[in-house]
């Protein structure tokens, strides 16, 4: 069980927008800052999102991240079937002094 | 660019000690970057192994503490996982990768994977 719950699956059409939420308590998401890894299948998750909304280099615009509170947010615009893929927030946990990670979110592109 | 490798068994008694060892190329490991393994059990989701700041400190999952060691080689530019007393239930790919340079202790480079199995 997881400390940061994800869905499991998310699906839209292609061109539409979803997003899919990272819930924790003060002792994770509250207090610190939130990244989103993109895993896609067979590969090594990629780091799509740190510092709760900032992009690395390459990462197109249509992946944006917020959080409010102790729950976090990853938004997808234009929807591609190159976007299917598992979905991984993640961040510090003061209590356990380590990383956790959500238990990932299946996107499916219809 | 950064690259990673991950090497060692892909097969490992149960009881007996995993070894792996991450090759970093295309940058310095005694750059200040700090470095991390994470794992990945069939079909699951992604657990955090443990965390070797560029301070020399370590940091590792509480679940794994006791098992675990953590170790940097700066003359070979690599570092390296060890657990102990390995179960069916250590089974994983293993990865290794860099920490970046944000606040939230994201990872920014990974290497590709390697697939361990505990069997007798």
């Known amino acids: 069980q997881s400390l940061l719950t994800q869905p499991p699956s998310v699906s839209a059409a292609p061109g539409q927008m979803i997003t899919i939420s990272c819930s924790g308590s003060s002792s994770n998401i509250g207090n610190n800052y939130v990244c989103w890894y993109q895993q896609l299948p067979g590969t090594a998750p990629k780091l799509l999102i740190y510092d709760d909304h900032k992009r690395p280099s390459g990462i197109p615009d249509r992946f944006s991240g917020s959080k409010s509170d102790a729950s976090a947010t990853l938004a997808i615009t234009g929807l591609q079937t190159g976007d299917e893929a598992d979905y991984f927030c993640?961040?510090?946990?003061?209590?356990?002094?380590?990383?956790?990670f959500g238990g990932g979110t299946t996107v499916t592109v219809l | 660019q950064l690259q990673l490798q991950e090497s060692g068994p892909g097969l490992v008694k149960p009881s007996q000690t995993l070894s792996l060892t991450c090759t970093v190329s295309?940058?310095?490991?005694?750059?200040?970057?700090?470095w991390g393994w994470i794992r990945q059990p069939p079909g699951k989701g992604l657990e955090w192994i443990g965390t070797?700041?560029?301070?020399?400190?370590?940091y590792y999952n509480p679940s794994l503490k006791s098992r675990v060691t953590i170790s940097i080689d700066r003359s070979k530019n690599q570092f390296s996982l060890d657990l102990d007393s390995v179960t069916a239930a250590d089974t994983a790919v293993y990865y290794c990768?860099?920490?970046?340079?944000?606040?939230?202790?994201?990872?920014?480079?990974w290497g590709q994977g390697t697939l361990v199995a505990v069997s007798s």
């Open positions: 295309g940058g310095s490991i005694s750059g200040g970057s700090s």
């Open positions: 990768a860099k920490v970046g340079g944000g606040f939230s202790n994201e990872f920014d480079s």
């Open positions: 070797i700041w560029h301070s020399g400190s370590t």
């Open positions: 993640a961040t510090w946990d003061s209590s356990l002094h380590g990383v956790v």
